[in-house]
């Protein structure tokens, strides 16, 4: 189960993605607060896996605290803000967030975050990446291999999209009715295809590429 610790301003918001994360089985609320002095208690206490920030701007205390924090608890951090995303960009360049998503996320894209990033990954959502990127060209030019990769056929696409949001081999042969057998052959085919060596590696490109969204 991955404990998820709430930040925002507002008491409606704070119930609201309370009750967003309470819809996943994968997931339980350990507490919320307004700031990160409301919460150093219940981080103490709970050590969550991930905190989910209601945050415009990274303002000093956010930095500050942040950086105390991760010497003891080691949150991952998901901020859901707004424009101008590159206010950011240092936060996720020193590995202070692990996810940033736009005020327009959807219920579905901050579940499939949260989960994502207590296994490790970062999650940028694409309207994010248009901000924190250099250009569309410099983009394909990082994110594609030497040799273009061969195509996924869907039945691996779907697999990907499982591994972007933390999913093991047995769950993904329980979802999709096949046996776990099966499910390391797409893995292993997916990696092949796209010339990588770890979960990781797959769904970074995979999201470059346009083939999932996280």
Do not use: C
Not at 134 to 152: D, G, M
Not at 190 to 202: D, G, H, M, N, P
């Amino acid at each position: 189960m991955i404990r998820v610790l709430v930040v925002a301003a507002s008491p409606v918001e704070r119930a609201g993605y309370g009750a967003l994360v309470a819809t996943s089985p994968n997931l339980t609320v350990v507490g919320s607060g307004s700031d990160w002095e409301t919460i150093a208690p219940t981080l103490a206490l709970y050590h969550p896996d991930v905190v989910l920030l209601d945050l415009s701007v990274p303002d000093d205390e956010f930095i500050s605290e942040k950086l105390l924090f991760r010497e003891t608890t080691h949150p991952a951090i998901i901020v859901i803000t707004e424009e101008p995303y590159s206010l950011w960009q240092e936060a996720v360049k020193n590995s202070l967030v692990q996810g940033i998503l736009p005020q327009t996320a959807t219920e579905l894209e901050i579940v499939a975050a949260v989960e994502a990033v207590a296994t490790g990954l970062v999650v940028l959502h694409p309207d994010v990446m248009e901000s924190l990127l250099p250009s569309k060209e410099s983009r394909v030019r990082e994110a594609l291999p030497t040799n273009p990769p061969q195509a996924l056929s869907q039945r691996e696409i779907e697999v990907l999209e499982m591994l972007a949001s933390g999913m093991g081999n047995k769950t993904i042969a329980k979802r999709l009715g096949i046996s776990e057998h099966t499910v390391k052959f797409h893995v292993s085919s997916i990696f092949q295809k796209l010339q990588v060596s770890t979960r990781t590696e797959a769904v970074t490109l995979g999201v470059r590429l346009g083939l999932i969204m996280l």
